[in-house]
């Protein structure tokens, strides 16, 4: 079964744009991560968030913003005013105590494409 | 500080052939991962260390081996390649400690096996 899952394979909008990629997750630990990464098409991988399992409050940083609920297992990612740069493949990933954080678990992928 | 460091950046095999991909890492992090990207399956873990001495399996490692001999060095060797193994292969690294949760990637190496 998948750990983490992002059920929107490709998204796309039109600049300006706000759009939300979902990101649900499994796990029977108490304590975990999530975090976000993003692709660009040049190809690397970027990291965007971590949130811990005891903060559910949410975060915002510029255009972005994240909403973690515990109580959907979802960490949703919002990019507010979609620029062309905000292209990319977005993974969303999970790391749990019962690993000793040692591994991070990804999910598929979300492939925003922004139109201008 | 270059980070993360990994060559070569394309290689193109035949069949049977072996190689080793390279990575390196200049940031004193213990932990050292291997992952495998292809269309639409994210990131699968290859193989990882959580130190020098020590590597573990990760989800597909069949047809990959692995050492670390060093903090700074985490080798991926194929030993006799099949187009299974065409991908995009990416080294990462995550530090220990409350802070260090997340995992820093190198710039991948794009490898094709005829």
């Known amino acids: 079964a998948q750990k983490v899952t992002q059920a929107q394979t490709e998204i796309s909008v039109v600049e300006k744009e706000d759009v939300t990629l979902d990101c649900v997750y499994e796990t029977r630990d108490t304590t975990y991560y999530l975090f976000w990464y993003k692709q660009p098409p040049s190809g690397e991988l970027v990291f965007l968030i971590r949130?811990?399992?005891?903060?559910?409050q949410n975060e915002i940083s510029g255009r972005y913003s994240w909403n973690f609920q515990k109580s959907t297992s979802s960490f949703n990612f919002t990019i507010t005013a979609s620029q062309v740069v905000d292209s990319a493949v977005y993974f969303c990933a999970l790391s749990e105590a019962q690993t000793s954080y040692d591994k991070v678990i990804f999910g598929p992928g979300t492939s925003l494409s922004v139109i201008p | 500080n270059a980070g993360v460091t990994q060559t070569p950046k394309f290689r193109v095999l035949k069949t049977g052939q072996s190689m080793t991909l390279l990575c390196a890492q200049d940031m004193n992090h213990e932990y050292m991962y291997w992952y495998r990207q292809d269309p639409g399956m994210g990131l699968r873990l290859i193989h990882y260390?959580?130190?020098?001495?020590?590597?573990d399996q990760g989800e597909v490692p069949n047809g990959y081996n692995v050492s670390r001999s060093t903090t700074e060095d985490f080798p991926l060797r194929l030993l006799s390649a099949a187009p299974s193994q065409t991908s995009v292969y990416f080294c990462a690294t995550k530090g220990w400690g409350a802070s260090s949760y997340e995992q820093y990637f190198g710039p991948g190496t794009r490898l094709t096996v005829t």
């Open positions: 949130r811990n399992s005891f903060d559910e």
């Open positions: 260390s959580v130190g020098a001495g020590i590597t």
